[in-house]
């Protein structure tokens, strides 16, 4: 796994529909195994962006070039481990991601659109608006057992979320217990 006894080599992606907790389940989980941290909102181009912003739904089109660097990003940390959050709804897109970095897990945050409606009209700073959350959960495609990913519930506390995945990796074999 790289250093020893640490979590270097650890690639995750956490993912999910807006709304699920990507950003603040990825940076504790970052920080928990000191890994660096990105949120794959730092990817888009101001044309995405803008686009969300205004209620519009990307396109594959709008998607893959983002895809893309968010794969050239992790493929980058490779050895050193990270982690980022993003929403990696297809299968197509995740495969994507794996292409430049084969061993990535997934941390799937699970809820329904109840919830994440819910969150986004609280959220208030961010630019996507509650208006897509449908659109996000017809895109999703939950994981295949072929995928590495881990779905947790994401009515628990960030902190909750966080040590059932890293035990679930310890259970895999995937990192080392003890953290």
């Known amino acids: 796994m790289g250093v020893a006894g640490g979590y270097g080599g650890l690639l995750v992606v956490v993912m999910g529909v807006s709304g699920s907790g990507k ?35 990307l396109t594959d089109e709008d998607r893959w070039p983002w895809l893309e660097s968010i794969g050239r990003w992790l493929s980058d940390h490779e050895e050193s481990g990270a982690v980022a959050a993003c929403s990696a709804l297809r299968r197509a897109y995740r495969d994507v991601l794996r292409r430049h970095a084969p061993g990535l897990w997934f941390l799937d945050l699970a809820g329904t659109p109840e919830l994440m409606t819910e969150r986004i009209e609280h959220r208030g700073h961010h630019f ?17 057992a072929d995928e590495q990913a881990i779905a947790v519930d994401v009515t628990k506390t960030p902190a909750e979320i966080v040590a059932e995945f890293v035990d679930s990796l310890v259970e895999r074999g995937a990192v080392p217990g003890g953290s």
């Open 23 to 57: 950003t603040t389940v990825g940076e504790l989980l970052a920080q928990r195994l000191g890994l660096q941290f990105a949120d794959a909102d730092q990817f888009h181009s101001t044309a995405n962006i803008a686009k969300m912003a205004g209620g519009v739904p």
């Open 128 to 144: 996507m608006p509650a208006s897509l959350v449908g659109s996000q959960f017809d895109t999703l495609e939950p994981p295949d």
